[in-house]
């Protein structure tokens, strides 16, 4: 069972991308679903998470009212639309996913990690 993240990429300031996460071997629909990243020296960070139905979202207070965590259940995909990309938000992006219903807060409590995907914000 494995988590594949797509969409990183290169974009100037104030430009958008869209990550992807996708499931394959097996199902993350009834999961709880998220991203983290790291960028260069810095240790991994929360970024956003929405629970299985996709009724609870929460985001870090650094992406609030730029990033948008969505989920579609039937593909069993999650996204996280990134707007007005600042160059502070330069980081290799990870989808996560988890069988419980909460919303955390650490990387310790995500079961399942996808590779990542570099996003670079140029200035």
């Known amino acids: 069972v494995q988590l594949q993240a797509s969409g990183g990429g290169l974009v100037q300031a104030g430009g958008s991308l869209r990550l992807s996460c996708a499931a394959s071997?097996?199902?993350?629909?009834?999961?709880?679903k998220g991203w983290f990243r790291q960028a260069p020296g810095k240790e991994r960070e929360f970024v956003a998470a929405i629970n299985w139905s996709g009724r609870r979202t929460s985001y870090a207070d650094s992406v609030k009212g730029r990033f948008t965590i969505s989920r579609d259940n039937a593909k069993d995909t999650a996204d996280l639309q990134m707007n007005s990309l600042k160059p502070e938000d330069l980081a290799n992006y990870y989808c996560?996913?988890?069988?419980?219903?909460?919303?955390?807060?650490?990387?310790?409590?995500?079961?399942?990690w996808g590779q990542g995907t570099q996003v670079t914000v140029s200035s």
């Open positions: 996560v996913a988890d069988p419980r219903e909460s919303i955390n807060y650490s990387p310790g409590e995500y079961q399942y």
């Open positions: 071997g097996g199902t993350f629909r009834y999961y709880t």
